[in-house]
């Protein structure tokens, strides 16, 4: 099993920046796959990003080339660099991790983007 812990988040205006932190409770080196996810109000959870234990990553296509995944095994995180946010963007942030084939996840954390 693992815990997660999101951090980072807040108010921002359009165009700004936030980096996303996501702390685990054990070692993630042998996470295979984690990743980013995030809900707006009344819609259902999508995935952002991902990355795979061999540096591999995945965006959707909304923030590829705004948003970069990260994972730093020696701090046991994963990071979501976001640059140039939109109020499209407004959401709760959550980490995820792929262990075992079992899904575990964060808290999550607001992240608001006015324009």
């Known amino acids: 099993q693992v815990q997660l812990a999101e951090s980072g988040g807040g108010l921002v205006q359009a165009g700004g920046s936030l980096r996303l932190s996501c702390a685990a409770s054990?070692?993630?080196?042998?996470?295979?796959?984690m990743g980013w996810y995030r809900q707006a109000p009344g819609q259902q959870r999508e995935w952002v990003a991902i990355?795979?234990?061999?540096?591999?990553?995945h965006y959707i296509g909304s923030v590829k080339g705004r948003f970069t995944i990260s994972r730093d095994n020696a701090k046991n995180t994963v990071y979501l660099q976001m640059n140039s946010l939109t109020p499209e963007d407004t959401a709760v942030y959550y980490c995820?991790?792929?262990?075992?084939?079992?899904?575990?996840w964060g808290q999550g954390t607001q992240v608001t983007v006015s324009s």
């Open positions: 995820n991790a792929i262990m075992t084939g079992q899904n575990y």
């Open positions: 990355i795979f234990n061999d540096g591999r990553t």
């Open positions: 054990r070692s993630i080196v042998s996470i295979n796959t």
